[in-house]
């Protein structure tokens, strides 16, 4: 229902959608082209209850606690069980044992920056905190929680907190990948006006599909790919990060299997299916379901969508699915985006002129000694939201 979309945080959101449709599947967890869970909208409700009346024994409306999982159905339960108690969340990659000097300083870092003060993760990785403890002795301070070992039956005590839209709901980092990672605030109210965005732009209906893979730590695949179904009353069909990376015709099966309406990725993702699928691979692929293939968070290239495109048309893809569209983790996600069903139309500009910082459209077929570059454009913003170019 349009009015469930009206309500002021994202825990009423999920409360009114397991009392409307509770046995409706919200999310599907895939490995090996194969489903290994799913979870209805009822089910993370009640979980969600059992975690947030755990924490809210242990912790005070407003603390920060930092969300360490890997792919599968405990993060979803986990980081509305923190929004559920008044928590403020803050998803992060779990470090990696194989490579801790690369990926435990951006967790240090996070949980220093964040003023953490409770750890959520599951009983495998619990197991495995000691050995960070060496590395970092300071993480041995935080309130560990492994979510997966609270008994269930703890949700009959939740009430809900006095949150409302400028209730900070999660603290959003960014990759760290040109410097430090940093924090960005999201409140309830930055969150469900987002998601709104989302669903206009994206033409979303109350029963569509998506799916994907996008990392739940990242604000695309956070907010766009894990919480857009939730709010529109859809389903999220996931295959892990490390499987499209190793066997990338994973993505493009499991948006076959499920018919997904919805999915998207980096550029990188399409390029990467385009290089790495084979025709054998190809055999049984059905992508003519696909209304809306969003393309951002990196440079959009036209030569990757032409690619795309004519690697995947036998198998039903077209070329006006794609929809390139921009966001960051300041504006919590979406900014902006093409026209619903317009297709990429990219541009080609005058190269000399774009150095000097304008935009000098050219027209008609490309010659040997064009001295031209071509873009994709990014589309346009919601009308409620304004654009500002500053010189920082």
């Not at 046995?23 to 967890?29: A, G, K, Q, S």
């Not at 774009?354 to 009308?383: F, I, K, N, Q, W």
Request: aromatic share 10%.
């Amino acid at each position: 229902m349009r009015e469930i979309e009206q309500l002021p945080t994202m825990v009423h959101v999920l409360a009114a959608r397991a009392a409307e449709h509770g046995e409706r599947n919200l999310f599907t967890y895939v490995e090996d082209d194969t489903p290994r869970r799913s979870m209805t909208y009822a089910a993370v409700h009640r979980a969600a209850c059992s975690i947030a009346a755990s924490l809210s024994a242990v912790a005070r409306r407003g603390e920060r606690a930092v969300l360490i999982f890997p792919f599968g159905a405990d993060f979803a339960p986990t980081f509305f069980g923190c929004l559920y108690a008044g928590l403020v969340a803050v998803p992060v990659y779990p470090p990696d044992p194989s490579r801790l000097a690369r990926t435990l300083p951006k967790l240090r870092a996070i949980v220093k920056d964040a003023g953490v003060t409770v750890a959520l993760t599951t009983q495998a990785l619990l197991a495995f905190a000691d050995v960070l403890f060496e590395h970092a002795p300071e993480l041995r301070a935080l309130r560990w929680i492994a979510v997966d070992a609270l008994p269930e039956e703890l949700g009959a005590a939740w009430v809900t907190p006095p949150i409302g839209g400028e209730t900070l709901a999660f603290l959003q980092y960014t990759s760290g990948s040109t410097g430090a990672p940093k924090g960005v605030m999201v409140t309830h109210a930055n969150l469900v006006e987002n998601e709104r965005h989302v669903r206009r732009a994206f033409h979303h209906t109350e029963g569509f599909v998506m799916a994907g893979w996008l990392p739940t730590y990242h604000d695309m695949g956070l907010i766009g790919q894990f919480l857009q179904p939730l709010f529109v009353g859809g389903s999220c069909h996931s295959i892990a990060p490390v499987e499209f990376l190793q066997r990338p015709v994973a993505w493009l099966r499991l948006l076959t299997a499920c018919r997904a309406d919805t999915s998207g990725a980096p550029n990188f993702g399409y390029d990467l299916c385009a290089r790495k699928v084979t025709d054998e691979d190809k055999r049984g692929l059905d992508l003519s379901h696909w209304k809306l293939a969003y393309n951002g968070a990196e440079v959009v290239r036209a030569e990757t969508l032409e690619r795309f495109t004519r690697a995947f048309a036998p198998c039903g893809f077209r070329p006006e699915t794609f929809f390139p569209c921009y966001g960051l983790a300041e504006s919590t996600l979406f900014v902006a985006g093409v026209p619903f069903r317009a297709g990429a139309n990219p541009r080609r500009v005058r190269a000399d002129a774009l150095e000097a910082h304008r935009v000098v459209a050219l027209e008609g077929e490309p010659t040997a000694d064009d001295m031209t570059r071509t873009l994709v454009p990014s589309g346009v913003c919601p009308p409620e939201q304004r654009v500002v170019v500053v010189d920082p």
